[in-house]
């Protein structure tokens, strides 16, 4: 008889560790996904690109219906885990009812942050995360309302282009003196504003919110320093933190997330989590590769097989039309390595590799991307690059010969 396995959480994590499972262990589990959000898994990645009108919120499904049903898999949607019972190996269910399981893995994803601000609870602040959320904030850019990102990061760029491309008038307010500064350096950073500012974003850098304004709904967001910007709808994009609730309450071993080992099993036998939830070797992800690599493993080891998961070399990939942004590695050279760089202010391309010990370590690519995949394999594979060094600022093509 097939052993019970509970995935819990339907995100991409869980779409990707049931397809992986679907290739290495068939039939060895029923396999069952317990899910909070109301529909198939998704391609939450894609939320951007249904803001910015480029993808039908129908189409980003990551399987069809008729998927789940082939390989067997039992879906539950539209359904809240509230308690693991470790001793009985059961969860309780939103109503009431409990699911029993042999093995269980929690993909619970994040949740995102609200900054601590008086006026936070106020109608009108919003987060960005679910395919509910990119509905609400569609409906708000139809009605052309004056929108406030607060978070100069990916996410938060992401949203205030889609905004104001789907028609609302935008501000983006980032803390920091940069746009995407844990991505990027000070000058690709700068070229990203322009660039974005084009796209009809106004940018506030160095803009610490302090309060938000307004009797029941935002009328405004107020800046250290006593500047107010007028605001009929706030969306926070400050950040995320894992959904760590269910295993800290269960006793499961937490600590910013679900702490794994190398097999992605938490200090619990038989009970793993992976994707954003889970934290490996000290690290939260908050990216969808490392997730799918973590999922791999884990099928690996749920199969039977020597697998181990060793953390993942991450890259930035900003989905902005016409605005190109990379970044992956060690992009600034914090071990000694030395950087290559190419600035074409007039072009609008900027260019930075970073070299250590004869190998690429990082690179930050700003208006030119075509060749990141490129370079992130290089930097993934720590090929030795001295013999195309000239040439691999200028792309794959110029440095093949050589590196044939
Ligand atoms: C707008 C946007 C753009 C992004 N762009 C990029 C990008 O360009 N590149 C990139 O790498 N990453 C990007 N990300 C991040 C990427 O989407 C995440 O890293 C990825 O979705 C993580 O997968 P996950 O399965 O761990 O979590 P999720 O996909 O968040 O799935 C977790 C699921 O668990 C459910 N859940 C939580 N608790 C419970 C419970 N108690 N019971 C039942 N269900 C529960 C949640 O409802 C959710 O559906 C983006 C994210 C957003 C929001």
Same mark, same amino acid.
């Given at each position: 008889m097939s052993e019970p396995l509970v995935i819990v959480g339907n995100g991409m994590a869980a779409a990707k560790l049931a397809e992986e499972l679907s290739k290495? @262990? $068939? =039939?060895r589990y029923a396999i069952a996904v317990i899910g909070a959000?109301?529909?198939?898994?998704?391609?939450? +990645?894609?939320l951007s690109s249904v803001l910015a009108g480029e993808v039908a919120s129908h189409d980003i499904e990551l399987k069809p219906a008729s998927w789940w049903r082939d390989h067997g898999v039992t879906l539950k949607y539209n359904t809240l885990v509230t308690e693991i019972d470790l001793g009985r190996r059961e969860l309780k269910i939103e109503n009431e009812e409990s699911v029993s399981f042999s093995k269980l893995v929690l993909a619970t994803g994040s949740m995102p942050l609200r900054l601590n +601000?008086? =006026?936070?609870?106020? @109608? =009108?602040v919003h987060t960005f995360r679910d395919s509910r959320d990119a509905d609400l904030l569609l409906t708000l850019a139809a009605k052309r309302k004056r929108v406030v990102v607060v978070g100069g990061g990916l996410l938060g760029l992401e949203a205030a282009y889609g905004l104001a491309r789907a028609g609302s008038p935008v501000t983006l307010l980032h $803390?920091?003196?940069? $746009?995407m500064e844990r991505q990027l350096d000070q000058s690709a950073a700068a070229l990203l504003k322009s660039l974005v500012e084009r796209k009809g974003v106004e940018v506030v850098l160095n803009a610490n919110t302090v309060r938000i304004h307004g009797n029941t709904a935002v009328e405004a967001v107020e800046l250290a320093g006593g500047r107010m910007i007028e605001a009929e709808a706030v969306i926070f994009a400050a950040g995320i933190r894992p959904n760590v609730a269910l295993a800290k309450d269960a006793g499961i071993s937490i600590n910013r997330g679900i702490v794994v080992d190398d097999q992605m099993q938490t200090g619990e036998p038989g009970i793993y989590a992976l994707g954003e939830c889970a934290e490996h070797r000290g690290v939260c992800y908050g990216l969808v590769e490392p997730a799918y690599e973590q999922a791999r493993v884990l099928a690996r080891h749920l199969a039977g097989q020597e697998a181990g998961y060793q953390g993942s070399v991450v890259a930035t990939n900003l989905k902005v039309s016409g605005v190109g942004v990379f970044s992956a590695g060690d992009f600034v050279g914090a071990d000694g390595g030395e950087a290559i760089v190419l600035n074409d202010a007039k072009r609008g391309v900027y260019k930075k590799l970073v070299i250590a010990e004869g190998r690429l370590a990082g690179a930050v690519l700003s208006g030119e991307t075509q060749d990141a995949l490129w370079y992130l394999d290089l930097i993934r594979t720590r090929q030795p690059v001295a013999a195309i060094r000239t040439e691999m600022m200028f792309g794959r093509a110029p440095a093949a010969p050589k590196a044939a």
């Open positions: 290495t @262990a $068939l =039939g959000e109301p529909r198939l898994a998704y391609n939450r +990645v894609l +601000v008086p =006026g936070s609870e106020l @109608a =009108g $803390l920091m003196d940069r $746009l």
